[in-house]
């Protein structure tokens, strides 16, 4: 059974910094590009960043370019997110979402999420 | 980066009523658009990719629509589980700025 289970949410203050995790189990995570997606309390997902399966290739959302750093360890199974700088507008519930393409490999989407980790910041 | 807009942002519905939601993209996507439903408190899940083609397990109560700017989620007869949130997500700009819709609501009339 695929699960993707998130740690290392929490409060912290304007800032600062947090660095989440999301342990992998139940597939070759290898094989996989990964992605982060938060969502705002009351509000809407947004797409944070991607990474490749390899690590090799990885993209950010332009509120987050800078200050967010997405990286993954396959030996470990595990996916993370280091957050600097944390703002305000950070505050929100990060999921990690395995990314897979249909059989053409044209089509993609996400097929796996995690139940999310919240981040709140604030003073 | 492309912005999806979807409409309405929320809707009531009795159970047994036919509803459309509509998902429009800044920019032609093609077919690269999926709809998850989210219910509170719980992540999303997934239930068409490509525009139109339903995931596994999914009720064929739900089907989608459209291709270039203009999608659709229509469920055909509602049931009191489909009772969330929608989204609209596109993937023609995979791998990056893969954009949500804002969401619609479905509410009990």
């Known amino acids: 059974e695929v699960q993707l289970v998130e740690s290392g949410g929490g409060l912290v203050q304007p800032g600062g910094s947090l660095r989440l995790s999301c342990a992998a189990s139940?597939?070759?995570?290898?094989?996989?590009?990964m992605n982060w997606v938060r969502q705002a309390p009351g509000k809407g997902l947004e797409w944070v960043s991607y990474?490749?399966?390899?690590?090799?290739?990885?993209y950010y959302a332009d509120s987050v370019k800078g200050r967010f750093t997405i990286s993954r360890d396959n030996a470990k199974n595990s996916l993370y997110l280091q957050m600097n700088s944390l703002r305000a507008e950070d505050t929100a519930v990060y999921y990690c979402?395995?990314?897979?393409?249909?059989?053409?490999?044209?089509?993609?989407?996400?097929?796996?999420w995690g139940q999310g980790t919240l981040v709140t910041v604030s003073s | 980066a492309i912005r999806m807009t979807q409409s309405p942002s929320s809707l009531s519905a009795s159970t047994g009523d036919r509803v459309t939601i509509t998902c429009r993209a800044s920019?032609?996507?093609?077919?690269?658009l999926a709809w998850y439903q989210q219910k509170p408190g719980k992540a999303p899940k997934l239930l068409i990719y490509?525009?139109?083609t339903l995931q596994s397990g999914v009720p064929s109560r739900f089907s989608g629509s459209g291709s270039g700017t203009d999608f659709t989620l229509t469920i055909s007869c509602l049931q009191s589980e489909d009772f969330a949130t929608y989204y609209c997500?596109?993937?023609?700009?995979?791998?990056?700025?893969?954009?949500f819709g804002g969401g619609t609501k479905v509410e009990i009339k």
């Open positions: 979402a395995r990314l897979v393409h249909d059989s053409s490999g044209y089509y993609h989407y996400f097929d796996y």
């Open positions: 139940g597939f070759t995570f290898s094989s996989y590009e």
């Open positions: 990474i490749s399966s390899s690590g090799s290739t990885i």
């Open positions: 920019q032609g996507i093609s077919s690269y």
């Open positions: 490509a525009a139109s």
């Open positions: 997500q596109q993937y023609y700009s995979y791998p990056r700025a893969l954009t």
